[in-house]
């Protein structure tokens, strides 16, 4: 399995065996794009950020390739799968690996992490505990044949912008019409903004995640 690079910061409110976050950034950031988060979720999270492996020539790195254009972006199918095959090979061996509650692991993906995000959740709802995808959305050729049982109450936390320029809005409500049929506990939030998080939106994961934390204890 490739090493993924991660930067990583530890709870500031110590506890035995911590909840996780993970962070997935989009196309073209790295590990600190999202890493800011960490200072605004709950203390009791232990918040992991982790670099996508593939470097771009222009900087920033990826998780999979992507041809087309902005607002119609065409993923490449091989790293595509090889990037699936990494995350569901990758998340598992956090709670392990940091001592934080295997039962607790929650992931914030934006972009290209949501897509992935999304992807791990309906192949292996076991390795989370709930999700929030962020500007991205659900990959129809991403989905399995058969979902498994354990999907079943599943948290999901969906945001957009209405103006996002990389990925319409389109994009959002298809994956809220994919899910909407599925055994999930979904819930939907957009923004007048473009490819980015909404300060709203902001306010809305923090009291997500203190909610999710809540139905643990």
């Known amino acids: 399995m490739t090493n993924i690079h991660t930067i990583e910061r530890k709870p500031r409110q110590a506890s035995t065996h911590p909840p996780l976050l993970l962070l997935l950034h989009g196309y073209g950031a790295s590990e600190h794009d999202l890493f800011a988060f960490a200072d605004y979720v709950d ?23 992507l041809g087309g254009a902005p607002g119609n972006l065409v993923p490449d199918a091989a790293s595509r799968a090889q990037a699936v095959k990494l995350i569901e090979q990758f998340v598992p061996t956090l709670p ?18 949501a ?8 192949r292996q709802p076991t390795a989370l505990a709930g999700l929030i995808a962020s500007s991205g959305y659900m990959d129809p050729a991403l989905m399995p044949s058969e979902l498994p049982t354990a999907l079943t109450g599943l ?35 957009e923004y007048p903004i473009g490819h980015g998080i909404h300060p709203d939106g902001l306010q809305v994961i923090q009291t997500w995640l203190v909610e999710r934390l809540a139905e643990t204890v």
Do not use: C, K, N
């Not at 940091?98 to 290209?112: E, K």
């Not at 948290?155 to 909407?180: C, F, K, N, Y």
């Open 96 to 113: 392990e690996r940091l001592g934080t509650d295997p039962a607790r692991t929650y992931v914030l993906g934006f972009s290209q992490g």
């Open 43 to 65: 203390p009791r999270f232990y918040v992991v950020s982790a670099r996508a492996p593939l470097a771009l020539p222009w900087g920033g790195f990826a998780w999979y390739h």
């Open 155 to 189: 948290p999901i936390l969906q945001l957009h912008g209405t103006s996002d320029e990389i990925i319409p809005v389109r994009a959002a409500h298809m994956t809220r019409d994919l899910l909407a049929p599925l055994p999930v506990r979904h819930s939907y939030h």
């Open 115 to 122: 897509i992935l995000s999304l992807a791990l959740a309906l």
